[in-house]
């Protein structure tokens, strides 16, 4: 069955987007300080293998699922130094019919939540990969970034930031031509889900605080790095920027 992003260029979507990559890049490596051994890692959504460079080293088996098979052989030619992938073509809602349940210590989805209308169905699947005790590393598109809420302020929508549903950032256009849905997910939804369906948050970072197009044509990519490195955990108390990276724990 086809899948929306083979009709896509991912690939060339990050082009020009080295400091989003970078900030993911810097998310990621500090959550994975934070878990101690890992065995099987699965990354849900894993698209042409952005960030298996950063994560692949730490695990004795590494699953890259993406329902994309467009993106998935892209993945196996950006990955053949990597001896320890396994690839399957799968979504995250069918994926616990091809991968053995209860055997992951570590599952991935990144950059997947803001196209699910269902999240909690989504956490429930997840939950049936990981063992006991395992460790669920999820990235949403954040509804109450400042910049939105700044914009709704504008329009007079004071109560924007007390409603909990995802607010669908697609044009009438796209909405009326059924595209994938992009969602950005409310925060406290979003922990709700997680501990209905059996997880225990740990950690939170703010990402890509600074993803403004002055700045990052002016100041040096190595700043702006900097810059977000120091205040991903600062900012994530004000759920500040427009992704929110989450380290949860399956509960045993």
Partial sequence: MAAAYDSY???AY??????EHNSEVVALKK?????PKIGTIIDIGAGFGRLTPVYAFRGKKVIIAEPSAKLLSLARKNLTNYQ????VQASVEILSEKVPRGRADLVLMVRVAHHL?????????????????GFFVLEFANKLHF?????????????????????????????????????????KNVDLILEKTGFKVLDKLS?????????????????????????Q??????????????????KS
Avoid: C
């Fill in 9 to 11: 260029d991912y690939s």
């Fill in 14 to 19: 990050w082009e020009g987007r080295d400091y």
């Fill in 31 to 35: 959550i994975l300080e934070k878990i």
């Fill in 84 to 87: 320890n992938l396994e690839f």
């Fill in 117 to 133: 209308q269902n999240l909690e169905s989504a956490f429930r699947a997840v939950n049936s990969l990981l063992k006991p005790g």
């Fill in 147 to 187: 910049k939105a809420i700044f914009k709704e302020l504008l329009r007079g929508n004071i109560n924007y930031s007390s409603e909990l549903s995802p607010k669908d950032v697609r044009s009438p256009k796209s909405i009326r031509n059924h595209t994938i849905s992009f969602l950005n997910h409310h925060p």
């Fill in 207 to 231: 990402v890509s605080n600074f993803r403004n197009r002055i700045l990052k044509k002016y100041l040096p990519m190595e700043l702006l790095t900097s810059l977000e490195s120091a205040f």
């Fill in 233 to 250: 955990k600062p900012l994530s108390y004000i759920n500040f920027g427009p992704s929110i990276f989450v380290l949860a724990q399956k």
